[in-house]
Every structure is written in structure tokens, then in C-alpha cells.
T-cell receptor, first 113, second 111 residues
């Protein structure tokens, strides 16, 4: 049972435009959300996170939005660059209890020069 | 430098053999995790450990075993009971209220 879902397996965007990657979750106990970027044959690297007490967190070109009522978060990349081409995973956690990270299946972003 | 190290990067296993993947961290993190990634799929949790000498099964623990004798180390053994072990294995560690840090992964291939 997938608690974190990324329904778009791939996304193509022109360089300079906005990339929007979406993520949905089912467990209302999740209160900490993260985005990771992954290149082939490498470990994921952390991009940005957001706590459930916020609805937006920004770091340079990356902004994460959280809609708790809809159990939905999104990652905006503006402007998109060719080096952003990678697989992006969202992850969710409860900060109490087992403290596990649950990952989505990933979205492959391709930024076209 | 602080970080998390997996070894080896590539590993080949014969049918019926057990193999052990190493994961070491010097970040002083209590929690450590093992994930498996298959082509076109996300990261699936195999085992996790919140503290030394304690670990819990994740979603796909069958055919795997772990130990956590030291805070810094969380080795994963892929046993002969794992029917489809060819995959990319990722180890991670995490402190409280922080992101998880991942190693560079081990690609295991059954030959």
C-alpha cells in the first residue's frame, strides 16, 4: 500500500520555464515532507523539506508547497536548467514513533535546452 | 568529512550465496535504513534501525537480514532466500528532525 504517490512518472520542460512536480500522500499523521533528487547509479541527495506547520518553503530556485487538507505537496523549480534533469522523489515522515521515511515512486524530469 | 559510505559499489553474487553489503556513517545518527530500488520503481524499505541493537522489518524484509552492533554500522546480508536480489541497494542515516543522508549505493547482480 503506497502511502506516498507520485502519479507522473515523467515530465519534460523547456529550459527557463517552471517545472512542477506533484506528490500525494494518504497518511494524515505525516508531518514532515522532503524532496530528493537522484541521478542514475547514485544515492539521492536532499533538496528541500517542509514541516506541516508551514505551507511553503523556499530555497533559491526550489519552492515546496504543502496543502494539508488535500494531502498534496508540490515542488516548483524556477527557472528550470538542464542540470536539473534527474529523478525526483518526494518523501514523508512522522516525527514521532518509527520516524521512517516513506518514498514515492519518483518523477523523471527532463529539462530541454 | 562526515558522511555515509557504502561498499562495495558493485557486487556479484552466485545463485545460492549469501552476500553482505556494508554501510558506515560518521554523522552520529541514531537511525539507519536500507532501501532497495528496482528499475522504474521508488525506494522500498527493507530494514531500519532506530538505535543500537534494535532493528525492524520494513516492507520487503523477506530474504534479508541486518545487524546493528555499533551506532556507526548497519550491514545488510542478502541471503539465498531472496529470490530476486538483483537491484540497487541504498543505505541512509537520519538524525531527529533532519533529512536522511544516503550513501552512493551498491548495485548487486546475480550471476
Amino acid at each position: 500500500d503506497q502511502q506516498v504517490k507520485q502519479n507522473s512518472p515523467s515530465l519534460s520542460v523547456q529550459e527557463g520555464r517552471i517545472s512542477i512536480l506533484n506528490c500525494d500522500y494518504t497518511n494524515s499523521m505525516f508531518d514532515y515532507f522532503l524532496w530528493y533528487k537522484k541521478y542514475p547509479a547514485e544515492g539521492p541527495t536532499f533538496l528541500i523539506s517542509i514541516s506541516s506547520i508551514k505551507d511553503k518553503n523556499e530555497d533559491g530556485r526550489f519552492t515546496v508547497f504543502l496543502n494539508k487538507s488535500a494531502k498534496h505537496l508540490s515542488l516548483h523549480i524556477v527557472p528550470s536548467q538542464p542540470g536539473d534533469s534527474a529523478v525526483y522523489f518526494c518523501a514523508a515522515s512522522t516525527e514521532t514513533g518509527a520516524n521512517n521515511l516513506f518514498f514515492g515512486t519518483g518523477t523523471r524530469l527532463t529539462v530541454i535546452p | 568529512d562526515g558522511g555515509i559510505t557504502q561498499s562495495p559499489k558493485y557486487l556479484f553474487r552466485k545463485e545460492g550465496q549469501n552476500v553482505t553489503l556494508s554501510c558506515e556513517q560518521n554523522l552520529n545518527h541514531d537511525a539507519m535504513y536500507w532501501y532497495r530500488q528496482d528499475p522504474g520503481q521508488g525506494l522500498r524499505l527493507i530494514y531500519y534501525s532506530q538505535i543500537v541493537n534494535d532493528f525492524q522489518k520494513g516492507d520487503i524484509a523477506e530474504g534479508y537480514s541486518v545487524s546493528r552492533e555499533k551506532k556507526e554500522s548497519f550491514p545488510l546480508t542478502v541471503t539465498s532466500a531472496q529470490k530476486n536480489p538483483t537491484a540497487f541497494y541504498l543505505c541512509a542515516s537520519r538524525g531527529q528532525y533532519t533529512e536522511a543522508f544516503f550513501g552512493q549505493g551498491t548495485r548487486l547482480t546475480v550471476v
